[in-house]
């Protein structure tokens, strides 16, 4: 209930405090007179002419300065200062109403300081008085829930009164860990150290903690985050500094914890100079630009300043909201309506749409981030996969060196170094070509940046893990001791820049991706800090099972990132160079043409062979299976019929003659 949802017009609302505000004046004036033991009602017609004549004033004046406008259950700090101000004036007023009415001889002038500070206790104090009457008035028809708010520093203080005059949340306390303001008070709320956070948990039934720390480092949140994992509480934080500063969010729009907290690590500054040095000024193009890895390129990207930015992809809904989100964005960049974005829709296979768009937007550095990525969907539709992923790079690849792109950027991964599954595989067979291409000799700079898992991307373990709590479990990891590398989003397209602007043809650049973390782990922590417990054998009486399913197919215990033991660090302490050993140029030829044949033909047997083959120590365990295989297994005439179908791809000559 808000003073604003009562049945009553504003301009009602507004006339019943000016009103209110006349007969606080008059009183304060009788109080005043009183004081001095003067008569109020014993003063001369002409003082009662002025008076009314200033108190209208008064009322003009008090609307001009915006007063009224100033509602009761937000009134804060600016309110107090127009109060004074009107205060003020009014006094004025009064001065010249006395001067104008009463000889020199008879005034007592002292008359005026005595109104002036009681007309700033009944006016202000009125508007105060209100406030507190509405705001217990909302918490009884709709109780507040108790908060501590971890932070008693600006954000904290903003936090707090933003709760105070809002109707969700009640902060009963703050903590800190400076201990230069433990004991002192924040608004009328308390602030105590972290060590007596279990105590005021229990006294006031707390069932959330707000952190308000948006200018901590990683680092410092993480550590925060492991002291309060094991309390009794859901941890939700204040959006980060720049978000609120630019506007973007309120300091009271609470939300969970990041996962990226978690990880303790803070991103290194980029180099403006690597930043740039492939994008600003120039036509770049993005493949796969509608999924969570290229379209946060794409969100980098054009505050680079790009000349053009070219969107492919063949998810139409993510191509449509990556494009709308970047031309809003647009409109905050200085010389952002000199940016051209194009989005396409079409496939990295499409020989022919390649060359044409990579032609007719004079394309200078090309991202290429489409793949089929999901492991289990990839070891299901072996077939199409390595299709996608292989040629899909190769075809992108030719179209760029034929048509002179200076810069082509290949999205690795992880799971392409001694692979276990097919989607590695054919990762790793794309990487392949890339470095022959550039071994040969290319006036195209071809580089392959590989990395691990993204956080927050489709696919990732944590939005999965998110709404597996909050839906009262179980949450479902695969084993005990599965590890992953872990990176967020922002942190991985930035480093992908960079590394790009450092290619010399044919570099395989890994990212620095700290030490891997095991998923059991970060299950545990993710439902401790949502405020549940782990029901496991320790603990029957927890809220949330943990249930192990077993390694999916073609799945690994631990991911690795580098295939030899030959690297080598570059001009950015996060990225490396590493140097591997390849395929001869005949041999990757001959392998193609076989691929591009069984690839045709959807000969599952013999794709498995030249995976096998092309990629050294890839031995798949699972027997491998495709429903497309399958289905021209089990009838002779429907194989015949369905010959002309398939897939097709033509390879034009690899290398140069």
């Not at 809003?328 to 989005?343: C, F, H, T, Y």
């Not at 001694?418 to 990762?427: D, E, I, Q, V």
Request: aromatic share 8%; with cysteine; net charge negative.
């Amino acid at each position: 209930m808000h003073l604003h949802s009562i049945p009553l017009s504003r301009s009602i609302k507004q006339l019943i405090m000016m009103t209110a505000d006349v007969v606080m004046m008059v009183m304060a004036l009788a109080f005043s007179f009183a004081l001095l033991g003067m008569d109020f009602l014993a003063q001369d017609q002409r003082f009662y002419a002025y008076l009314s004549v200033a108190t209208v004033i008064s009322i003009l004046f008090f609307i001009r300065i915006g007063l009224y406008r100033v509602l009761l259950l937000y009134m804060g700090l600016q309110a107090a200062f127009l109060i004074l101000q009107a205060v003020t004036f009014a006094t004025c007023l009064l001065a010249a109403s006395y001067l104008f009415s009463h000889a020199p001889q008879e005034s007592d002038y002292s008359v005026l300081p005595i109104f002036w500070m009681i007309s700033v206790l009944f006016v202000g104090g009125s508007r105060f008085v209100a406030k507190v009457l509405l705001q217990s008035l909302i918490q009884n028809f709709r109780p507040k829930e108790p908060v501590i708010i971890y932070g008693a520093g600006s954000s904290g203080m903003q936090l707090v009164v933003a709760l105070q005059n809002g109707d969700q949340y009640l902060p009963v306390a703050f903590v800190d860990d400076s201990q230069s303001i433990v004991g002192s008070t924040v608004h009328g709320i308390r602030v105590y150290s972290p060590n007596s956070l279990y105590e005021l948990i229990e006294n006031f039934s707390v069932r959330q903690i707000l952190l308000a720390i948006p200018s901590a480092t990683h680092a410092e949140r993480k550590e925060i985050l492991n002291r309060l994992e094991h309390l009794p509480v859901h941890v939700k934080t204040v959006p980060d500094l720049f978000d609120m500063v630019s506007g973007k969010v309120g300091v009271d729009e609470i939300r969970d914890i990041d996962i990226e907290d978690l990880l303790g690590r803070d991103i290194v500054p980029p180099n403006p100079e690597l930043l740039g040095a492939c994008i600003a000024g120039q036509s770049v193009m993005v493949t796969g630009a509608g999924g969570s890895i290229g379209s946060e390129l794409c969100r980098q990207i054009i505050t680079i300043n790009p000349a053009r930015l070219v969107l492919l992809d063949t998810f139409e809904y993510g191509l449509y909201e990556v494009e709308n989100e970047l031309r809003e964005s647009l409109k905050g960049i200085e010389n952002g309506e000199d940016i051209e974005i194009v989005a396409l829709l079409g496939s990295v296979c499409n020989r022919v749409q390649m060359e044409n768009a990579i032609k007719s937007f004079a394309v200078d550095t090309v991202y290429h981030v489409a793949a089929y990525k999901q492991v289990p969907m990839v070891e299901k539709n072996i077939v199409e996969g390595a299709h996608n992923n292989i040629f899909g790079t190769l075809i992108s690849a030719q179209a760029a060196e034929s048509l002179g792109v200076k810069n082509f950027v290949f999205i690795s991964t992880d799971k392409a170094v001694r692979p276990t599954n097919f989607m590695g595989a054919t990762k790793r067979c794309a990487e392949q070509v890339l470095q022959a291409m550039a071994k040969r000799g290319s006036e195209t700079r071809f580089s392959i940046v590989r990395f691990g898992n993204v956080l927050g991307s489709s696919g990732s373990v944590v939005p999965l893990f998110r709404k597996q709590i909050s839906s009262g479990g179980p949450v479902t990891v695969t084993h005990p001791e599965v590890t992953r590398y872990f990176m967020t989003v922002q942190e991985a397209a930035q480093l992908v820049l960079q590394a790009g602007s450092m290619a010399t043809g044919g570099d395989v650049f890994v990212l620095d991706m700290h030490e891997p973390i095991r998923i059991i782990d970060l299950a545990k922590k993710m439902v401790h800090l949502m405020g549940y417990d782990v029901k496991d054998e320790n603990s029957y009486r927890g809220d949330i099972a943990i249930e192990y399913t077993g390694l999916r197919p073609g799945e690994k215990l631990y991911e690795e990132l580098l295939i030899g033991e030959s690297v080598t660090g570059t001009e950015h302490p996060k990225i490396m160079r590493a140097e591997e050993e390849t395929l001869s140029l005949d041999t990757l030829k001959q392998l193609l043409q076989r691929l591009e044949v069984a690839c045709q033909e959807i000969n599952l047997p013999e794709v498995k062979a030249v995976l096998m083959e092309a990629v050294d120590g890839f031995d798949p365990k699972e027997e491998v299976s495709d429903p497309m295989w399958e289905f021209y297994q089990e009838s002779t005439a429907e194989h015949d019929v369905g010959r002309d179908n398939r897939l097709s791809t033509k390879v034009t000559p690899l290398f140069k003659e």
